[in-house]
Structure formats: C-alpha cells, structure tokens
C-alpha cells in the first residue's frame, strides 16, 4: 500500500519534473525565437533607412522649395526670363537656368552619345582582348577623374582656346560647359553600351554572318538593335550625369545668368544657380535658391524614372 | 573577294563604319591620355615636400596642404564607418531575410534612386539636415557621404552575397542552426570581398567629391587631430583644389592636388580591379 502510494507519488514528481524540463526547453526556444525576431527587425530597419533617406531627401526639397515659389508664383518663377537676386527690386525667374540646363546637356548628349556609342561598338566587337581591357581601364580612369579636375583643365585649356579659336571676349561660356559635359558623361556611355553589347547572344550575329552581312554591317544591323534598350539607358544616364553636374560647370560656365542665346555666352546652370549664391544668400533669395534645387531635383527624378523603364526593358 | 562581291553601297557603309569607330575610339584614348599627361606635367612639379607636410601660412605667404589631406583621411574614415554596417545589414536583409517581394522592391527603388541623384542636391539637403543642426563641420560632410555611398557599398555586398552557395546555407540549415547563426558564420564571411570592393569604391567617390562638402563641411585649412577635426569645418583635397584655382587663382597648388588625385584615382582603379579578379579567381578554384 505505502511502496504503491510512494511509487504513485514519485511518478507524479517525475511527471512534474517532465513538465518543467519541456518548459524550460519551450521557454528556450521562445527566447531564441525572440531573438531571431530581433535580429530580423534589425536587419528591416536597416534595409529601411535607403528607403528613409529618399523620403527625407524629397520632402525636405519639397518643404523647402515650395515657400518661394508660392511668394513669386509658379509661372513667373518657371518662366520669368531674368534673374536678379540682388537687385533692388530683385527679380527670380529661373527660364534662363532651365534652358541653360537643357540646352548644355542636349549639346553633350549631341557630341557625347555619337562618341561614346562608337566606341563602345569598337571596343565590344572588334577591339582585340589586349586593346579592350587597355581601353577599359582608360575609361575607368576617366570616370574616377573628380569633377574640379575636369574643372580646372576646362579652366585654363578649353577657355582660353575658345577664347583665341573663336575670338570672343571671354571663353567662359556655354559651349566650354557642353565640352566639358561632353567628356565627363563618355564614360558612363561607354561602360553602359559596352555591357549591353556584349550582353548580345551570339547566335543572333553567327545567322546574320551566315546570310552573308558582313561583321560590321551585323553589328550594327543586329548586334546594336539587339542592345538598344541597354543603350537607351547608357544615354539616359548620360543625361542624369550631365543636368546633375555642378563643380567642373561652375568653373567653366562663367556664371552670369544669361538667357542661352549664343554658344559664346557666360551662362548659369541649375546646378550652379544653386551653389554660386547659397554662400551668401539669405531671405527670399536663399529660399528661391532651395526652389530651383527642387526644380532640378523633378528633372532627375524623371531621368531616374526613365531610366528604370529602360533598364527595366533591357532585363526582359 | 568577299569585298569584291559587296556592293559599292555597301562597301562604302563598311568603310565609314569603320572609319567613324576609330575616329572615336582614338579621341577617347586621346583624350584620357592628354587628361592624364596634361595634369601630370603640370602638376607634379609643383609637389614639394614643403606643400605636403604644412598648413597654409600667412606669414610666410606659403601654401600646405596637409590639412586638407588629413581632412580626406578622416572624412573617408567616418563615411566607411556609418556606412558600413548600414549598407552591408540592408544587403543583408534584401538577400537573407526579405520575403516580401513589395518591401525588396521597394528597397531597390530606393537604393537606385538615391544613386542618381546629384552631389550638389546632397549637398543641399545635408546642409538643411546636419550643418543646420550641428554646424558646418566634417561630421555633416560625412553624414551626407554616408547617404550618397550606401548605394555602392549596398550593391556590391549584394552582389557578392549572391555569389555564396545556398548549399552551405542549407547545409548550416540541416545541422540544426538558426538564421541569425547561418547568417553570423556562413553568409557574412562570404560577403567580405563585396565589402572591400565597396569600400574601394566608395573611397574613390569621397575622393573626388566636392559639390556636396562645400556647404556641409565648409572650407577651413586648420590643421586638426581626428576629433577636433570631425567637429570643425574643414577643406577636402578636392574643395581645397576648388577653392585655391577659382577663388585665390593658385594654379600651381591646384595642379598639384589635381595630380595628387590623378594618381590616387589611377591607383584606387587599379585596387578595384585587382581585388574583383582576386576574388573571382578564388571563388572559380
């Protein structure tokens, strides 16, 4: 009777002792659980914090640029055609900026992409292996250059020479600015369109050689067409590169705010509105500062989405 | 024969094809070995051992620039050390834990987006963000360069977290261990070459960047230690150059930085390579 009972009562301890040895183990992994939780959360929060970034980037942009605009009006700050910040009675209008923008990054596009995309067709089909690999540390080069360097080779050689080629008063001007553009966006071209071209399948170019094109006429007959959404994208980035550029502009440009109407003008950029003035700038004109900011920050978010729709094309 | 059986047409196509594809490929090397020269010729002559190891003095008229070379040192030193672990957890997370195609999506839209925007806008916004809040000093600088280089050091940590077999993860899986632990000693020390291929970049990016220090980490040539240095404002290589050829018209000096990071960008360039083809050799045995 008593061995039954203590058996019964030992069972039951061991039942009890089980029980617990289940919970501890339950309440262990609970705790790695939680801790793979956090690690989880962690690793969110980070990934998160690009994504916070361009928030904070846009709405500052926004907040900051929108007074401005409201106090001198949409239209009279987009399409006013004379700046004077300093003025008396100053005046903001920013067309000739945007133009300026337009106008020197369409010029660099004009001499850039031809050049650039040549090249990038020489150097991905016909170059030799030693030729390439040469060529493509160039280009690498030339796209690590910083921009005050191109700035200051464009000060003191392409000014000059414009200066004494065309015979005008100051080679600080618009086409110094679409030079310099020029070459600084042939890199990012030439890498691009390389990557696109080489990315061509070969058995398109093997039938083109089959039915008798010859090597160039398949290159750019099929190879190019084949690349060309890759090769959108290489201009469109161009584009970004060069609305985007301020420092090598600024020393080239001559930064007075000039409507573009000559090649041979000294004129501003967006980028160098902004910079050129924020120094001293306080009030109203610091303000529409922020605004033309804001306004070159639109011209790169629509490059941007371009180029994801190109980029986009060139996966599928 | 096979050019006596074209078309006139089409021979002349082929001529000027060609033709044009020289022409540029030419004025491409031209151009970059012109660059190079030019900068070399003119600005290595001018780096004295003087200009290297002094600070700008008024007294003796004369121009240093260890200033702005310990500026860069310390600046790149503070960018690397935020962004890392900020970029390399993002990568992380888009390539380990993600399973929520919208939210990577996302993410990745992010990353590109902030890859194309201009320096002068980051500039702009970092001096709204931190120079507004805790002054105009290398911090705020490097506080920008930290947004402006998670892109980089997030796609190349990417790039080479694809690269690690899902074998070993579901090897490290089967003997039993959690995420945080495959992630811990499997994934992270695959990763280690994307990171130094990153940093490399991303130096190189610090290196030449000046539109978006002029505003956040000002121009002063103080000579500082690393602290004091961070708290107060100061020239990089790159603004100093800015500075010393717009403003002063000090080309000698500007020309001798301007080699200085013609060589230091030569040789960043010639580290990025060496160390992807290291890596790739390793990854093929």
């Known amino acids: 009777m008593i061995t039954q009972q203590s058996r019964k009562i030992e069972q039951i301890h061991q039942d009890i002792r089980a029980e617990h040895k289940t919970h501890v183990e339950w309440k262990r992994r609970n705790r790695t659980q939680t801790i793979e939780y956090m690690i989880h959360g962690i690793f969110l929060l980070l990934g998160l914090i690009t994504v916070g970034c361009v928030l904070l980037i846009t709405v500052y942009l926004i907040i900051s640029g929108i007074p401005a605009i409201r106090q001198i009006g949409l239209l009279d700050f987009l399409f006013g055609k004379e700046w004077a910040s300093t003025a008396s009675e100053p005046k903001y209008g920013i067309l000739p900026f945007i133009l300026t923008s337009v106008y020197g990054t369409a010029g660099a596009i004009l001499i850039g992409v031809p050049v650039g995309f040549m090249t990038a067709v020489y150097l991905s089909k016909l170059a030799s292996i030693k030729v390439k690999s040469v060529m493509q540390s160039a280009v690498s080069l030339l796209a690590g250059i910083p921009s005050v360097v191109y700035g200051l080779v464009g000060m003191l050689v392409l000014v000059p020479g414009i200066r004494k080629i065309f015979n005008v008063p100051d080679g600080a001007s618009l086409l110094a600015s679409i030079i310099v553009l020029a070459i600084m966006i042939l890199p990012s071209i030439i890498k691009m369109s390389i990557t696109a071209l080489d990315a061509v399948p070969k058995e398109y170019e093997d039938a083109s050689l089959a039915l008798g094109a010859t090597p160039i006429e398949t290159y750019f007959k099929v190879s190019v067409p084949a690349a060309k959404s890759g090769i959108a994208a290489a201009v469109v980035l161009g584009v970004g590169r060069a609305i985007g550029e301020a420092m090598a502009v600024m020393m080239v440009a001559g930064n007075v705010p000039n409507m573009p109407n000559s090649l041979f003008q000294s004129v501003r950029f967006l980028t160098t509105a902004v910079s050129s003035e924020m120094s001293y700038s306080s009030g109203l004109q610091r303000q529409a500062l922020f605004s033309i900011a804001l306004v070159l920050f639109m011209f790169i978010m629509l490059t941007n989405a371009m180029l994801n729709f190109f980029l986009k094309r060139e996966k599928e | ?285």
């Open chain 2, 1 to 285: 024969m096979l050019s006596q059986t074209l078309s006139k047409k089409r021979k002349n196509y082929e001529v000027l094809m060609k033709v044009l594809m020289l022409l540029s490929a030419g004025l491409t090397a031209a151009l970059t070995l012109f660059l190079v020269i030019y900068v070399l010729v003119q600005g290595i002559p001018n780096i004295t051992w003087e200009l290297l190891s002094t600070k700008p003095s008024y007294l003796t008229e004369k121009i240093g620039i260890l200033p702005n070379i310990l500026n860069t040192v310390y600046i790149i030193l503070a960018t690397l050390l935020l962004v890392l672990p900020i970029g390399v957890g993002a990568a992380i997370y888009l390539t380990e834990y993600a399973s929520n195609k919208k939210v990577v999506s996302i993410i990745e839209y992010a990353a590109e987006t902030l890859s194309g925007i201009p320096s002068i806008i980051y500039g702009l916004v970092g001096m709204l963000l931190f120079s507004n809040n805790i002054g105009t000093c290398l911090l705020s600088g490097a506080l920008t360069l930290v947004i402006m280089n998670l892109p980089t050091i997030m796609r190349t940590t990417q790039e080479s977290l694809k690269t690690v077999p899902q074998s070993y993860r579901e090897g490290a899986f089967g003997l039993g261990a959690g995420k945080w632990r495959v992630v811990r000693t499997v994934v992270l020390p695959g990763c280690v070459d994307g990171v130094i291929t990153g940093c490399i970049l991303s130096v190189g990016r610090i290196l030449g960047e000046s539109a978006a220090l002029l505003f956040t980490a000002g121009f002063a040539h103080a000579l500082n230690g690393v602290i004091d240095g961070l708290a107060t404002p100061g020239a990089t290589l790159t603004v100093a150059l800015y500075v010393y050829a717009k403003e002063q018209g000090e080309f000698g000096v500007a020309f001798a930085i301007a080699a200085i990071l013609m060589i230091l960008t030569a040789l960043i360039n010639f580290a990025a390579t060496f160390v992807q083809k290291q890596f790739a050799k390793r990854r093929s045995l």
